[in-house]
């Protein structure tokens, strides 16, 4: 069974600095890989994505991410923070060899709270 | 260009009744995932739709149904429900190629009384 481990509730960081969130996985073969941010009362908005290839991923709104597979972990970063960044993100896991099917596995998630 | 819509925004029910929740993908998206997201969770995967068949199934009860019509719409059919059944329930779209990502609408909250 494939499941995510967010291992922080919240995260605070001061605008300017760089921000992780953290994420590790666990899936039966390669995995994809993919976060999400999602602002209150709305829906999950993607931000990037790991399927193949390089480690690093670069995403939307200056977000990327690093796939590092012997430490089963794809943390998300950003090099300067916003207060504008301050939302709750997930993390979510697919495991490729379902034949065809596309369920994602999401942790519990982790509120970024970016102060001035 | 429109997003995943779904409708109603939210809705109120009893114990006992039934519900259904509807959803219009992305344009050019012919796969339907539902998602079930109670307060301070994550989201927890329903099904998936695709070709009008379901294709994948989480773990949840019979009473969670649900169907793709030829437009590739869904709708999400709840009976005999429970107070635990409250919760936001989204519906993501995409495209059936591996690794696509998956694209979600704003969500319908149900509130079980």
């Known amino acids: 069974a494939q499941s995510v481990a967010q291992p922080e509730d919240q995260v605070n960081v001061a605008e300017g600095n760089p921000l992780t969130v953290k994420c590790t996985y666990s899936?039966?073969?390669?995995?994809?890989l993919f976060w999400y941010v999602q602002y209150p009362n709305r829906g999950l908005q993607f931000l990037l994505k790991y399927i193949t290839g390089d480690n690093l991923v670069k995403g939307s709104y200056g977000f990327e991410a690093e796939f590092n597979k012997s430490q089963t972990s794809f943390h998300l970063k950003k090099p300067s923070a916003l207060v504008s960044d301050s939302a709750l993100y997930f993390c979510?896991?697919?495991?490729?060899?379902?034949?065809?099917?596309?369920?994602?596995?999401f942790g519990t998630g982790t509120q970024l709270k970016v102060e001035l | 260009d429109a997003g995943v819509t779904q409708s109603p925004t939210h809705l109120i029910k009893t114990r006992g009744q039934q519900v259904t929740l509807r959803c219009s993908p992305k344009s050019g998206h012919d796969t339907v995932s539902w998602y079930q997201q109670a307060l301070g969770q994550g989201p927890q995967f329903i099904f998936q739709?695709?070709?009008?068949?379901?294709?994948q199934r989480g773990n949840f009860p019979d009473r969670f149904s649900g169907h793709q019509f030829p437009n590739y719409s869904s709708e999400l059919n709840v009976n005999a429900l429970l107070l635990g059944d409250s919760a936001l329930y989204l519906c993501?779209?995409?495209?059936?190629?591996?690794?696509?990502?998956?694209?979600f609408g704003p969500g319908t909250r149900l509130t079980v009384l």
């Open positions: 899936v039966s073969g390669n995995p994809y």
């Open positions: 993501a779209s995409s495209l059936a190629a591996g690794g696509s990502e998956q694209f």
């Open positions: 739709y695709y070709e009008e068949e379901e294709r």
């Open positions: 979510a896991v697919r495991d490729p060899n379902t034949g065809g099917g596309n369920k994602l596995t």
